[in-house]
């Protein structure tokens, strides 16, 4: 039982302490003097980090952890909804000559493109809100260990400031420093971030060619292959070993054909003979995929296989696809974005406080959702899943 409260305790202790001043503007001329060294001058460090505060609820953001991680078809609901197809489609078509272009330069498929682009930020409407120096220079003096990891972007965001790519007053973004329309972290930027509409700057707040410019470059860095898709659903024959899954298991296509791994319509595999990977999210019960290098190249945005294949699907939908034909197993699918203002709005409409219904699941709404299930006398698992709409929907 000590082992488990005591860190938990720590971090709350980390959370509460005040922010001395003095060790603050220390560790900020600490910082100054680096970013110097590394060619930031004086006048943009002095205008940036002089007088500057810590904000220490990013360290609460840091330090929160969720109440519990997240089922695989809850996160895929809420992120690949038939709102977020409509807005791809409509983005794809918008930004057409834009995409092509970037096709022609890069090799990276306009759709997949657009879909980091909806995943990431919802095509812009969620950029972020803190202020990035702040954030940063908070992170880069209380983070711990990761510290040194932050006072790197710290220094990554006053050369972007200097080299007058993006307005410093638009830089805002993420707790982590992540910004603009693809969230990029600032070191990432300097590497990877290019001038997409050709007016000298690399802006991927201000500048929707430019964001996905850079993240097609950033895509084709990671090792996307032009002319190749991500991967496919796949049905699997029977007895398959689940122990051959997994996104780093590779064997060449014509190997998992041999053992009877066919697309999901019973058709053959296609895509000659590259090396591939079984990807099986929910276990062998669930959806199964068949995943090739292009699949890494989306991987390495946020090394998650979750946020991959999202991204992934996505794509495929805004093209026009299908959802998938595997049901995920679960008797309590997940709900869409809309589903989820839905489902709150019912449970204020019952008299819980829940807030302002807006598709986002915080502690009220979890606390609110247990409440109703255990008054139906459902399982209390506080999972905002279509058992407890459907009661709600019900009366």
């Known amino acids: ?91 794809l078509a918008r930004y057409g000559s834009v995409l092509s272009g970037v096709q022609r330069r890069y090799g990276v498929d306009p759709a997949v493109v657009v879909a980091v682009w909806g995943v990431e930020s919802n095509y812009g409407e969620s950029k972020g809100t803190r202020p990035l120096v702040q954030s940063l220079a908070t992170l880069s003096c209380y983070a711990g260990r990761r510290q040194a990891y932050f006072q790197g972007e710290l220094i990554a965001t006053l050369k972007i ?55 097609a470059n950033y895509l084709a860095r990671s090792g996307w292959t032009a002319g190749t898709r991500w991967g496919y659903e796949v049905r699997l024959p029977p007895g398959f070993k689940a122990g051959l899954a997994g996104r780093t298991k590779k064997r060449p296509l014509g190997a998992w054909a041999a053992m009877g791994v066919t697309r999901i319509d019973g058709a053959p595999l296609q895509g000659g003979n590259a090396r591939a990977a079984i990807l099986l999210p929910a276990g062998p019960q669930g959806p199964a995929f068949v995943v090739f290098r292009n699949f890494d190249a989306i991987y390495s945005y946020n090394a998650a296989e979750s946020y991959a294949l999202a991204i992934a699907h996505l794509s495929d939908r805004i093209r026009g696809g299908s959802p998938f034909a595997t049901p995920w197993p679960t008797d309590d699918p997940g709900l869409s974005r809309a589903q989820r203002k839905e489902l709150q709005a019912l449970l204020a409409r019952k008299g819980y406080d829940v807030g302002t219904p807006d598709g986002s699941i915080g502690n009220k709404t979890i606390q609110a959702i247990r409440d109703v299930q255990r008054r139906l006398g459902l399982p209390v698992t506080g999972h905002p899943g279509l058992q407890v709409l459907t009661a709600l929907k019900r009366g």
Not at 174 to 190: C, H, K
Not at 193 to 209: E, F, K, L, T
């Open 1 to 91: 039982m000590k082992k488990t409260v005591l860190p938990a305790l720590a971090l709350l202790a980390l959370s509460a302490l005040p922010a001395s001043a003095a060790s603050f503007q220390q560790c900020l001329s600490a910082i100054g003097a680096r970013a110097g060294a590394a060619g930031v001058s004086s006048s943009v460090i002095s205008r940036q980090l002089g007088g500057l505060q810590p904000d220490m609820t990013v360290i609460d953001a840091m330090n929160k952890q969720p109440e519990f991680k997240t089922p695989i078809w809850d996160y895929m609901a809420s992120l690949v909804d038939a709102q977020r197809v409509a807005d791809g489609k409509q983005m």
């Open 161 to 215: 400031i200097q080299r007058g790519d993006v307005n410093p007053d638009h830089l805002v973004g993420s707790w982590a420093g992540a910004f603009g329309n693809t969230q990029f972290m600032p070191s990432t930027f300097l590497r990877l971030a290019v001038d997409g509409d050709g007016d000298g700057r690399r802006d991927v707040v201000d500048s929707v060619p430019d964001a996905l410019a850079s993240t």
